[in-house]
């Protein structure tokens, strides 16, 4: 399954209100647009227009994922992702922290679920209660999560959801080495009816940027694995 960036954050913003504020759920269109703007408890912060918010969720019915209850003069949006993938209280919690905040570790998934309802009342008692929801998630055809190694300066792994392609995963050697990369192209700030081929300067210039920094992450892989760099000989 792949859903664009505002999908995943209007659909784990959906999860997460009916989670933690289940009186003001289903969602109005202003509180889901305010929800996917929220400052707190969100990477990357976004400042989406009710156009963006209400064309990811129109994608998001036809993929059999929300619905949208019309009542008197206010439209309530709702995720249906638990019918729709056969998930349980404890996946939809790590789902909707997977999916509002990216990779995440076993100990910042647990501090960011205690909210949550889960098979054990409000969040997990632990951090092996955690681990063994996510590998029951990671197994199977269709795989829901990843486990994506650590990141620079941590000491557990960190897991990713495989609802979209900014968690696509590509691993060299181990998971557990300092070898496993995450490849987490930038796509959040794309905006749907935005021409991704334009000559404009600012998209030269993005484009330039991207290539740049993916020119670096070669450079650190090749580096890490001993590999020489090319010789790209001399002009004439």
């Given at each position: 399954?792949?859903l664009s960036a505002e999908e995943r954050r209007v659909l784990g913003c959906l999860i997460e209100k009916q989670a933690t504020t289940p009186d003001q759920y289903p969602l109005s269109t202003n509180a889901l647009v305010?929800?996917?703007?929220?400052?707190?408890?969100?990477?990357?912060?976004?400042?989406?227009?009710?156009?963006?918010?209400?064309?990811?969720?129109?994608?998001?019915?036809?993929?059999?994922?929300?619905?949208?209850?019309?009542?008197?003069?206010?439209?309530?949006?709702?995720?249906?992702?638990?019918?729709?993938?056969?998930?349980?209280?404890?996946?939809?919690?790590?789902?909707?922290?997977?999916?509002?905040?990216?990779?995440?570790?076993?100990?910042?998934?647990?501090?960011?679920?205690?909210?949550?309802?889960?098979?054990?009342?409000?969040?997990?008692?632990?951090?092996?209660?955690?681990?063994?929801?996510?590998?029951?998630?990671?197994?199977?055809?269709?795989?829901?999560?990843?486990?994506?190694?650590?990141?620079?300066?941590?000491?557990?792994?960190?897991?990713?959801?495989?609802?979209?392609?900014?968690?696509?995963?590509?691993?060299?050697?181990?998971?557990?080495?300092?070898?496993?990369?995450?490849?987490?192209?930038?796509?959040?700030?794309?905006?749907?009816?935005?021409?991704?081929?334009?000559?404009?300067?600012?998209?030269?210039?993005?484009?330039?940027?991207?290539?740049?920094?993916?020119?670096?992450?070669?450079?650190?892989?090749?580096?890490?694995?001993?590999?020489?760099?090319?010789d790209l000989g001399s002009d004439g």
């Amino acid at each position: 399954m792949e859903l664009s960036a505002e999908e995943r954050r209007v659909l784990g913003c959906l999860i997460e209100k009916q989670a933690t504020t289940p009186d003001q759920y289903p969602l109005s269109t202003n509180a889901l647009v305010l929800a996917c703007n929220q400052k707190s408890n969100r990477d990357p912060v976004v400042e989406y227009d009710e156009r963006i918010v209400m064309d990811a969720t129109l994608l998001l019915r036809r993929g059999g994922l929300a619905r949208m209850n019309s009542s008197g003069r206010t439209d309530k949006h709702r995720h249906i992702l638990d019918d729709a993938l056969g998930v349980d209280h404890d996946r939809l919690a790590l789902l909707a922290i997977m999916l509002l905040r990216g990779p995440q570790s076993t100990g910042e998934l647990k501090t960011r679920t205690e909210r949550y309802p889960t098979s054990q009342g409000l969040g997990f008692e632990s951090l092996d209660d955690i681990e063994a929801v996510l590998e029951r998630m990671a197994e199977g055809t269709d795989p829901l999560v990843a486990n994506v190694g650590r990141s620079a300066g941590q000491s557990q792994d960190r897991w990713a959801h495989l609802l979209g392609e900014p968690n696509a995963v590509a691993y060299v050697g181990d998971a557990d080495s300092d070898l496993a990369f995450a490849l987490e192209p930038d796509v959040d700030s794309y905006t749907p009816g935005t021409d991704l081929v334009s000559g404009s300067a600012d998209h030269d210039a993005s484009l330039a940027e991207r290539v740049s920094r993916l020119e670096e992450r070669l450079a650190a892989l090749e580096a890490a694995l001993g590999m020489p760099e090319p010789d790209l000989g001399s002009d004439g």
